[in-house]
């Protein structure tokens, strides 16, 4: 918990934060920061969205969220590329506090209006540099520039690649850069 309260302290002073860490020192930890933004069950719109690089890391981090939820009452959705489209769009509808899911499918389903995003307090995107490499790039800009005004959070194990840089430089001049340390 400790690693990430960091975070916690720098977002409540900032819009965005962009933490340099590899996934084994953050994974375990994002049910604190959603819950901080999610604390109750809400009728409506999603709350928190998190991107992942993967069919494999949303699933895993789903299955996790999924079971720290129930005590809350919470809803989380699961959206990726493997999943029937139909199906996690009517999910979607229905309703859900908190949604994980693929850059590219979560993009899909937001441009065909498949979930409304005006309560959403928390935008999450893990492995950032690996979403440029992969081309992701343009699907991120679109959901970020249709973004509320809620808080953002770039995970990032290389933070000083070209494109990474790029991307923060022109939409996000002002993020907060922070470094977790080695031991988790």
């Known amino acids: 918990m400790e690693q990430l309260s960091s975070v916690s302290k720098t977002l409540r002073s900032s819009q965005g934060v962009l933490v340099n860490a590899l996934p084994t020192q953050y994974e375990m930890q994002l049910w604190s920061l959603v819950e901080e933004h999610v604390p109750q069950p ?3 719109s999603p709350r928190a969205i998190l991107l992942c690089k993967d069919d494999q890391q949303a699933r895993a981090i789903h299955a ?3 079971q720290l939820a129930k005590a809350k009452d919470l809803t989380v959705d699961l959206i990726v590329e493997k999943g029937n489209k139909l199906q ?5 509808f229905d ?17 065909q209006n498949g979930f409304n995003i005006k309560k ?7 492995e950032l540099d690996l979403h440029m490499r992969q081309g992701h790039k343009g699907y991120i ?10 808080k953002v959070i770039f995970f990032s194990a290389n933070a000083d690649e070209e494109r990474t840089l790029g991307y923060l430089d022109e939409f996000y001049p002002n993020i907060q850069q922070l470094e977790l ?3 988790a």
């Open 141 to 150: 800009v679109r959901m970020t520039e249709s973004l509320p005004k809620c």
């Open 64 to 66: 996790q969220f999924v």
């Open 42 to 44: 809400e009728e409506g």
């Open 181 to 183: 340390s080695e031991e």
């Open 120 to 126: 959403l307090k928390l935008f999450v995107i893990l």
């Open 95 to 111: 309703g859900t506090e908190i949604i994980v899911g693929t850059t590219r499918r979560m993009a899909e389903l937001y441009f």
């Open 88 to 92: 996690q769009r009517n999910d979607l």
